[in-house]
């Protein structure tokens, strides 16, 4: 999102977790870099009517960078929700390219594949059925270890990072 929107991505971390609240032509950028207009960006969501329901068809694209990782947000707009839940593929050997940490707690669980997590300095191999559970501010990594299979993550985070 850094690349895409040409700000930092320490800033954008103070944004995602209210540290800061951005300016307009920086809320303009975020909103360009997803696609969006600064209306849809800034609209708060409802529970009410169809927003209960996001069809396969529906689901916003959120990153398909230069390691082949697509992440799918599974639900309507974020405004106000606690949860963040994606629909996460990974490609054959590809993966967060490194390791990070932020603000929070993220559960997954493997629908097909390996998963190879790295929480500090351990790896742990999770495989289909299997599911983990982390404070988001240890540092962390993923990647796919297969050659030539993807893998597929049920992805929760809290706070909502995208």
């Given at each position: 999102m850094a690349e895409k929107?040409?700000?930092?991505?320490?800033?954008l971390s103070q944004v995602e977790t209210g540290r800061t609240t951005p300016?307009?032509?920086?809320?303009?950028?975020?909103?360009?870099?997803?696609?969006?207009?600064?209306?849809?960006?800034?609209a708060e969501d409802d529970d009410r009517g169809d927003s209960i329901v996001q069809r396969r068809q529906e689901r916003r694209l959120l990153l398909s960078g230069r390691s082949g990782v697509v992440?799918?947000?599974?639900?309507?707009?974020?405004?106000?929700?606690?949860?963040e839940p994606?629909?996460?593929v990974i490609p054959p050997r590809?993966?967060?390219?490194?390791?990070?940490d932020h603000a929070g707690e993220e559960f997954g669980f493997?629908?097909?594949g390996t998963l190879e997590l790295?929480?500090?300095?351990?790896?742990?191999r999770i495989r289909k059925g299997d599911s983990f559970y982390l404070k988001s501010t240890r540092r962390h990594g993923f990647r796919n270890p297969n050659r030539k299979s993807r893998t597929i993550v049920l992805w929760v985070i809290t706070p909502p990072s995208f």
């Open positions: 929107s040409g700000l930092t991505a320490a800033y300016s307009i032509a920086s809320a303009k950028r975020i909103a360009a870099a997803y696609g969006l207009s600064l209306v849809e960006l800034l992440k799918e947000l599974l639900v309507h707009r974020q405004g106000g929700k606690l949860l994606l629909y996460v590809k993966g967060s390219d490194g390791q990070y493997v629908l097909s790295s929480v500090e300095d351990k790896v742990y």
